[in-house]
């Protein structure tokens, strides 16, 4: 009863949460308040780890229970094979009553019953996921559209020193640090949006004129050589 | 579908000879030797991809006479307000940092046979490859009554700096109701959408400061760049301010006396308050020193830019004639990578793959108002040929347009970064 559930309640929420829009998130500012009530547990930011609950880094459009260095409970190994992911909605479902939601959870947390607060610290802990407004195929506006792409050509092993010489034609305008004022960052992307990315491009489903001019001319072997490189760039 | 890098770097990477058989061209001296003169979007980004890439395999020398670049490219925004002049302006520790030996010094002679620079200060630079990224300088006698000793009564500020000062300066001095004319230049010139954005900032500035003030401008082409975007932004933002007189209308035969502050356009004379005169130009003198010029510019060949007159020199941006690019940064910097690379390949035996280039000029009309031009362009044996292109429409939505303007920052911070490190 309960493992279908979770079937159906996951189903809902994959194709829900393509819908809700960033803007519907709450005030992150205000979030990182909330969140105070989370850090005995749970570390998020740069260099968090997993600590009585697991980091928060990367949680949208993660599989509930995916860390594989985390121990978690029984409740959640079943939610994370029955399917269930972290979105705006599920996160949001979770905190109002985690005992509820996954109810042997190790969480001993009685929730966040102001929607507020929840909608704010889910906001804040979007920070620290992949970014859409500079990975737009990133949770929650994610769409669908763009990934009706040939399995050959997302199986394509990138060149990172051929595209390292290429990217000097990206990085006229994105900078190579990551910095992303008035032009989005595509450092460390990986590797697989950045080819969805540059083949909605492309074909002229993403909208951007200077974007589709040079995706253009870019064949699927230099696409996948700029994500690999841009993948593994460093600073 | 798998492919292994050698398959796919067979199909569509150009090899050259040099990849085989590696050409030891520093005979006697140890490390191949890059010259590279003026530090600006052509000549920095250069200097800076051949340090970086050949990882000090290659001895890298930038020789650019000012200690701080003064980016022309947003100087017109310092005249409508919207930057400082610090925002500009950009030093040449980074370069250093990568590697580049920085001598701050003109070059004022190039010896092709014994294939040496002589510096102003007197000494010599030998070098294996000569880079040359001068900018522009004017033909003498292209606006009458106007040279070179009349830049202040007459600012071109088309090399950015104390000349933008200067007319920035003119501006704010301007009498209640005067008149600020602009004298455009014949094509082909640095930065085609320039005078007119710049006009556009000129007139930001007295809409807010000095509402009753006139522009007139005296173009000797009958159109120009991004023509319909400027006219229907002139017309939305500043009705009635801005007299555009093309060549139908005599726009293209101009004199000025600079001591009277006075413009003829077609016979009328005019007293005008403040005179930017933007000459005829040409390649920085230094490119015909070097004897590699034909006419105003040095023609190149477009794979490579290296010089139709003398195969190891090469010539880069402005100076450039290449084909279809505009002389722009952006143009100059896209140029440099593929030089770079070509370069970095006849030194080293490094791999050497197609050349690709692109352009895109953001220009700003008013606040938040920005409209940009683009293209792709590849490299053919004749020149530099334009593939595909783009440019913002007219009628568009102030939400575009303000998401161009944003682009447009990060474009400036991304190229400045590109160029200094
Ligand atoms: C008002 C204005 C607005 C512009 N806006 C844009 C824009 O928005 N986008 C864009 O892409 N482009 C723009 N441009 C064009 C851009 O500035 C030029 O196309 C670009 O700077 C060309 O690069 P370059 O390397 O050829 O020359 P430059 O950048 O001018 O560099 C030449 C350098 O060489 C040095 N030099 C010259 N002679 C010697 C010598 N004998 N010895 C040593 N050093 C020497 C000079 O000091 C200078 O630093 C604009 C230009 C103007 C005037």
Redesign the interface.
């Known amino acids: 009863m309960q493992q279908a559930f979770w079937v159906i309640f996951s189903a809902c929420v994959t194709v829900a949460s393509a819908a809700v829009a960033a803007d519907d998130l709450g005030d992150a500012e205000a979030g990182q308040a909330v969140f105070a009530q989370c850090k005995g547990c749970h570390q998020v930011g740069e260099g968090a780890k997993n600590r009585i609950g697991p980091h928060l880094n990367g949680l949208f459009g993660r599989p509930a229970g995916a860390l594989e260095d985390f121990k978690y409970s029984k409740s959640f190994q079943r939610a994370a094979a029955s399917g269930l992911e972290w979105h705006a909605d599920t996160l949001d479902a979770f905190l109002e009553n985690p005992r509820s939601y996954a109810s042997g959870t190790r969480m001993s947390f009685r929730g966040i019953k102001n929607a507020k607060d929840r909608h704010d610290v889910i906001a804040y802990l979007r920070l620290f996921s992949d970014d859409p407004a500079n990975i737009p195929e990133a949770d929650p506006t994610a769409t669908a559209t763009d990934h009706d792409l040939d399995p050959a050509i997302l199986a394509i092993q990138g060149d990172p020193e051929y595209g390292e010489y290429l990217s000097s034609e990206c990085t006229t305008c994105h900078q190579a640090d990551g910095g992303d004022d008035g032009i989005p960052s595509i450092v460390l992307w990986p590797e697989e949006d950045f080819v969805i990315a540059m083949h909605a491009y492309k074909n002229k489903q993403r909208q951007h004129p200077v974007m589709q001019m040079m995706a253009a001319r870019l064949n699927d072997e230099e696409i996948a050589a700029l994500a690999a490189y841009f993948n593994r760039l460093e600073n | 579908?798998?492919?292994?890098?050698r398959a796919?770097?067979g199909?569509?990477?150009l090899v050259t000879a040099s990849l085989a058989a590696p050409a030891v061209l520093a005979d006697g001296h140890g490390k191949p030797r890059v010259v590279v003169i003026g530090g600006g979007a052509g000549g920095a980004t250069a200097a800076r991809?051949i340090a970086k890439d050949s990882k000090g395999a290659i001895d890298v020398t930038l020789v650019e006479p000012t200690r701080r670049y003064y980016t022309c490219f947003f100087s017109n925004l310092y005249l409508g307000g919207f930057k400082e002049m610090e925002d500009l302006g950009h030093g040449y520790g980074g370069l250093a940092a990568s590697g580049v030996n920085v001598v701050h010094d003109w070059a004022i002679g190039v010896d092709r046979d014994a294939k040496t620079v002589t510096l102003a200060g007197g000494s010599s630079l030998p070098y294996d490859k000569l880079i040359l990224s001068p900018g522009i300088d004017f033909v003498e006698g292209a606006v009458p009554g106007w040279d070179i000793t009349a830049q202040n009564a007459m600012p071109h500020a088309y090399k950015a700096g104390s000349q933008t000062e200067l007319l920035k300066a003119q501006l704010m001095a301007m009498p209640e109701g005067g008149t600020f004319a602009t004298v455009a230049p014949p094509n082909p010139y640095r930065c085609p959408p320039g005078p007119y954005e710049r006009v556009s900032m000129v007139a930001h500035f007295l809409k807010a400061n000095n509402p009753t003030a006139k522009i007139i401008v005296a173009d000797p082409k009958p159109k120009f760049s991004k023509m319909a975007l400027f006219q229907e932004g002139w017309a939305n933002h500043y009705e009635g301010m801005i007299d555009w007189i093309g060549e139908d209308f005599g726009g293209g035969n101009v004199s000025v006396d600079p001591a009277a502050m006075t413009l003829t356009i077609d016979g009328e004379e005019t007293k005008v308050d403040v005179c930017n005169v933007i000459p005829a130009m040409k390649a920085g003198r230094i490119a015909e020193l070097a004897g590699v010029t034909d006419g105003n510019w040095a023609p190149v060949n477009a794979a490579d830019m290296s010089s139709k007159a003398d195969p190891d020199i090469y010539v880069l941006g402005d100076a450039s004639q290449q084909g279809d690019m505009p002389k722009s940064g952006?143009s100059a910097?896209?140029q440099a990578?593929v030089c770079a690379?070509a370069v970095r390949g006849v030194l080293t035996g490094s791999?050497v793959?197609p050349a690709?280039f692109?352009n895109?000029c953001w220009s700003l009309i008013d606040t938040n108002d920005g409209v940009?031009v683009?293209?792709?362009y590849e490299a053919t044996p004749e020149k530099i040929a334009k593939?595909?292109?783009?440019i913002s429409q007219t009628g568009e939505s102030a939400e575009l347009r303000k998401t161009t303007y944003?682009?447009?920052?990060?474009?400036y911070?991304?190229?400045t970064?590109?160029m200094f490190g």
């Open positions: 579908m798998k492919m292994n890098r796919f770097l199909k569509t990477a991809y952006f910097n896209s990578k690379n791999k793959f690709k692109s895109t940009k683009g293209a792709t593939v595909d292109g783009f944003e682009e447009s920052e990060g474009w911070t991304g190229i970064s590109d």
